[in-house]
């Protein structure tokens, strides 16, 4: 089955822009994870959605948001760019039956 | 807070030599427990998990896991590393009840020598 997909790969924005990213899950996945990778954090989570509800919330601000549409689909905002913001967005999926996360191949945000 | 502990944050061997990567958590409950890599240039992949049964687990490319419950630990060992095993490591706890998150460890960055 296709993996998880991310759009777009790469983003270049300047500060106090807002950006919008894109996940599409495993087909038959219902739960989304975002998490914000960066050099020497590791994966720092954001928040998960499972059917277009979110069940959980890391501590990033409000400046950070997401949503899931009924396709399982999930998009992630964050507004007011800031240069910390720069990061490797990653995406997780996983199934009902499923406890691994799968994850796609990540967006790079470069915030100038 | 729950967190996860990644003791050693690079490490550089030759090749054939025998790994070990420590991780720690800090959770009193039930846990799933995750070691993903990621090959430079690669998505995160799962290398080996432990839900229950057996402490000591083995994964994808001869690597294994022991689950220390006593130490709140979940080691990754490797016995002969190979230069194709340079990437990131990271450990993952997802507590059982109460919460779908998944709380990772900084990552190891591990380089292998030829």
């Known amino acids: 089955k296709a993996g998880v997909t991310q759009t777009p790969r790469y983003l270049i924005k300047t500060r106090g822009q807002q950006v919008t990213l894109s996940c599409s899950p495993i087909?038959?996945?219902?739960?989304v994870s975002w998490y914000q990778q960066t050099p020497g954090q590791g994966l720092q989570f954001l928040f998960e959605?499972?059917?277009?509800?979110?069940?959980n919330k890391g501590n990033f601000p409000g400046r950070f948001s997401g949503r899931q549409f009924s396709n399982s689909r999930s998009e992630m905002n964050v507004s007011t760019l800031e240069l910390g913001d720069s990061a490797l967005y990653l995406c997780?999926?996983?199934?009902?039956?499923?406890?691994?996360?799968?994850f796609g191949p990540g967006t790079r945000l470069t915030v100038l | 807070a729950q967190s996860v502990s990644q003791h050693n944050h690079h490490v550089i061997l030759s090749e054939a030599a025998s790994l070990e990567l420590g991780c720690n958590y800090s959770?009193?409950?039930?846990?799933?427990l995750f070691w993903y890599v990621q090959y430079p240039g690669q998505h995160l992949q799962l290398l080996l998990k432990?839900?229950?049964?057996?402490?000591l687990v083995k994964g994808i490319k001869g690597f294994e896991a022991e689950f220390i419950k006593s130490k709140f630990s979940f080691n990754l060992r490797k016995p002969s590393v190979q230069w194709s095993d340079t990437a990131e490591y990271f450990c993952?706890?997802?507590?059982?009840?109460?919460?779908?998150?998944?709380?990772f460890g900084t990552g190891t960055r591990l380089k292998v020598l030829a």
């Open positions: 959605y499972f059917s277009e509800t979110q069940r």
């Open positions: 432990y839900f229950s049964g057996d402490p």
């Open positions: 993952a706890v997802n507590p059982t009840s109460g919460t779908y998150k998944y709380i």
């Open positions: 087909s038959g996945h219902r739960s």
């Open positions: 959770y009193g409950g039930t846990v799933n």
């Open positions: 997780a999926t996983r199934g009902l039956a499923e406890s691994e996360q799968f």
